[in-house]
């Protein structure tokens, strides 16, 4: 889909940065090892998800994230880390009310 960035909606706008930044980390093969998830989560995502120091905590994200067990995350599986991670933060982001 080519769609110029002035036609696209801001909701359009961020879906269409989420396929770039899973495939800036993935490449042309469109899957995340271990190695490239922990460098897209701790560079790209550090202000809603703690950044991973640990082999242990990878791993444990890492299998939760891997549905068909295929060592690698294809990007519907990366989407369920995005729902996940934007469902757990969307109370930061509700305007407050004014009484």
């Known amino acids: ?36 998830l922990k460098a897209l989560i701790n560079n790209e995502m550090s202000h809603f998800i703690m950044k991973i120091h640990e082999n242990e ?9 891997d549905q068909n067990g295929d060592l690698e995350i294809d990007f519907k599986e990366f989407i369920t880390l995005i729902s996940m991670v934007t469902s757990a933060c969307h ?9």
């Open 1 to 36: 889909m080519q769609a110029s960035k002035e036609t696209m909606s801001e909701l359009e706008s961020s879906m269409a940065s989420i396929i770039r930044v899973f495939h800036k980390y993935s490449g042309h093969k469109c899957n995340l090892r271990k190695t490239e």
């Open 57 to 65: 905590t990878l791993d444990e994200l890492f299998a939760d994230l």
């Open 91 to 99: 109370e930061l982001f509700i305007p407050s009310q004014h009484d």
